[in-house]
Nanobody
Framework: QLQLVESGGGLVQPGGSLRLSCAAS????????IGWFRQAPGKEREGVSC????????YYADSVKGRFTISRDNAKNTVYLQMNSLKPEDTAVYYC???????????????WGQGTQVTVSS
């Protein structure tokens, strides 16, 4: 059964760090591009980062560039999102999803995880 499961969310103070995990089953992550999205209450789903399957190229939204790092562990079939210097505006539910070609358009993704809550607050 094809599945994506996010974990690692939680409550963190501003300036803190979290590492999100996206564990895949039913397919191999190195054969697909995997993206991270987030959605805050009352806002549209926003693309945060994406990693290409072809050459491992990485892409970031301007709002997280320099603070977030996406990576992939093929042996564990898992994609990670390391989030540093977190800000209150990073608060959202974070989702990972699968696509064929790296993009920040959510419509190009065919499978999604259930999401993990990240709250940045003092």
């Amino acid at each position: 059964q094809l599945q994506l499961v996010e974990s690692g969310g939680g409550l963190v103070q501003p300036g803190g760090s979290l590492r999100l995990s996206c564990a895949a089953s039913g397919f191999t992550v190195e054969h697909y591009a995997i993206g991270w999205f987030r959605q805050a209450p009352g806002k549209e789903r926003e693309g945060v980062s994406c990693i290409s399957h072809s050459d491992g190229s990485t892409y970031y939204a301007d709002s997280v560039k320099g603070r977030f790092t996406i990576s992939r562990d093929n042996a564990k079939n898992t994609v990670y999102l390391q989030m540093n210097s977190l800000k209150p505006e990073d608060t959202a539910v974070y989702y990972c999803a699968r696509t064929q070609i790296p993009t920040f358009s959510p419509y190009e993704y065919d499978y999604w995880g259930q999401g993990t809550q990240v709250t940045v607050s003092s």
